[in-house]
Nanobody, 119 residues
């Protein structure tokens, strides 16, 4: 569970789509975070399972899109116009309640997937 996949090496300006198996539970949210080498883990995007409400970090707005497929219980992160600074290990996570941008408010973390953007 919470196994992120879809990472890889891509050139700047390119695209990748990350996937993660969702909880499928009502009143839960799914979030994507990332951690670059030597930096703290940071919020990227979140989505509510029930209504599909989304929240994005300013750094990815207009480039990344988070979505969920209820039937498949999957969450996706479509990443377009990738930049070198998007290079990081990406993690998906979940919590009950509202979308939070704080790492400390998520208790379930899976193995991340590495995204490397070459400039």
């Amino acid at each position: 569970q919470l196994q992120a996949s879809g990472g890889g090496l891509v050139q700047a300006g390119g695209s990748l789509r990350l996937s993660c198996a969702g909880s499928g539970r009502p009143n839960y949210v799914m979030g994507w975070f990332r951690q670059a080498p030597g930096k703290q883990r940071e919020f990227v995007a979140g989505i509510t399972w029930n209504w599909g409400t989304t929240v994005y970090a300013d750094s990815v707005k207009g480039r990344f899109t988070i979505s969920r497929d209820k039937a498949k219980r999957m969450v996706y992160l479509q990443m377009n116009t990738l930049k070198a600074e998007d290079t990081a290990v990406y993690y998906c996570t979940t919590r009950s309640g509202d979308i939070s941008t704080k790492t400390s408010e998520y208790g379930y973390w899976g193995q991340g997937t590495l995204v490397t953007v070459s400039s």
